[in-house]
T-cell receptor, first 113, second 114 residues
Framework: RKEVEQDPGPFNVPEGATVAFNCTYS??????FFWYRQDCRKEPKLLMS?????NEDGRFTAQLNRASQYISLLIRDSKLSDSATYLC??????????????WGLGTSLAVNP | DTAVSQTPKYLVTQMGNDKSIKCEQN?????MYWYKQDSKKFLKIMFS???????INETVPNRFSPKSPDKAHLNLHINSLELGDSAVYFC?????????????FGNGTRLTVT
């Protein structure tokens, strides 16, 4: 099993739709979780950190499910500008300074007019 | 006031050549990274430095040699370039090590080896 897995998609949704992505992780000791957005030929940019209690930023909601070892990202009222690849990152195995973020391959979202 | 800047943005070179990529961050972060993103979009860590000290080296070929003159700079020198080195190389920084804080990425260097 990969350390971090995402459904690659693509997810094709109409404007205004609600869409959700999951990201599963294998290391039960992981403590830090992030969602990033990457546009074509650009660098990944932080979208949200994911906290145990869940967090919301405008149309975006992130949740953590420790029991089932996944994080989720919900996008409400999709905009054309939300079209991008969404990457999850989870801190993986190792200890102290050697611990690093493990990245999913990303989920591609296309919002259509 | 770019936070993490890397140069050059594009690099096209022939097999066997040696090239360098430079990175600077003005965020005051202690930790810097080099990542490689291949054609399949997999983002893989290569190196991590904390306060100029190498802390992660992910079994990268010896042809790749990072250097951090100070905590705001991390350069990458690549010797004897191979076709398989073609990828996008991202520099990044974070306030802390251990994957506990989010990374801030530079805009990438697209390396093409012919």
């Amino acid at each position: 099993r990969k350390e971090v897995e995402q459904d690659p998609g693509p997810f094709n949704v109409p404007e205004g739709a609600t869409v959700a992505f999951n990201c599963t992780y294998s290391n039960s000791a992981s403590q830090s979780f992030f969602w990033y957005r990457q546009d074509c030929r650009k660098e990944p940019k932080l979208l949200m950190s994911v906290y145990s209690s869940g967090n919301e930023d405008g149309r975006f909601t992130a949740q953590l499910n420790r029991a089932s070892q996944y994080i989720s990202l919900l996008i409400r009222d999709s905009k054309l500008s939300d079209s991008a690849t969404y990457l999850c990152a989870v801190n993986g195995r190792g200890a102290g300074n050697n611990r690093k973020l493990i990245w999913g391959l990303g989920t591609s979202l296309a919002v259509n007019p | 006031d770019t936070a993490v800047s890397q140069t050059p943005k594009y690099l096209v070179t022939q097999m066997g050549n040696d090239k360098s990529i430079k990175c600077e961050q003005n965020l005051g972060h202690d930790t810097m990274y080099w990542y490689k993103q291949d054609s399949k979009k997999f983002l893989k860590i290569m190196f991590s430095y904390n306060n100029k000290e190498l802390i992660i080296n992910e079994t990268v070929p010896n042809r790749f040699s990072p250097k951090s003159p100070d905590k705001a700079h991390l350069n990458l020198h690549i010797n004897s370039l191979e076709l398989g080195d073609s990828a996008v190389y991202f520099c990044a920084s974070s306030p802390m090590t251990g994957g506990n804080s989010p990374l801030h990425f530079g805009n990438g260097t697209r390396l093409t080896v012919t």
